[in-house]
């Protein structure tokens, strides 16, 4: 490999990075809410309302339906009005962001659905309000399971970066594509799959021992 394809690589994986990074980070900041109020508004929850938890099913589940690919065309209009642009490292952080927040929220829900109703229960019995709930007992004991879909996300993440690069986002997916497959540059498509392995091994070797750490039963 070139001293340039070399700097084209490394420059690839810092866009990588950024993407997973960033989009993953408003994923986890919106996602747990919209998780938490699934729970909290279903039939029995803290604050029951179904009609609010079907609605958010409803937009979760429709965001859900859609194929990266095609979500990634359709909201240009919406990419322009954020960040300017519609291509470029910045541009896919918009449609990954969208399309990780609606796929985290229903991890974190099932997480959340895995707490004790017991706990729940008690928490009510010695007067605590929602918020108390979902501080003390809800997130602290889903925690694990959120951590490890945190990082199921992530890796989901890594490979909807490495797709938003057929359309101009950079990335590793970018270099693969216009140097790996166009330009018939084998070395730099080689190159390109290690180091996803590699950073999809390593976000999972972090997220599994920070799950470890965090898991009570163990």
Partial sequence: MSPILFELLLRSIWETVLMTAASG??????????GLALIATERGGI???LWVNRVLGAVINGFRSVPFIILLVALIPVTRLIVGTSI???????PLSIAATPYYARIAEVSLREVDRGLIEAARAMGGNRWTIIREVLVPEALPGIVAGFTVTLVTLIGASAMAGAIGAGGLGDLAIRYGYQRFETSVMVAVVIVLIILVCGIQWVGDRLVARLDRRG
């Fill in 25 to 34: 980070l408003i994923s986890l900041v919106f996602g747990l809410p919209l």
């Fill in 47 to 49: 604050a029951e309302s």
């Fill in 88 to 94: 470029g490292t910045w541009a896919a952080i918009v």
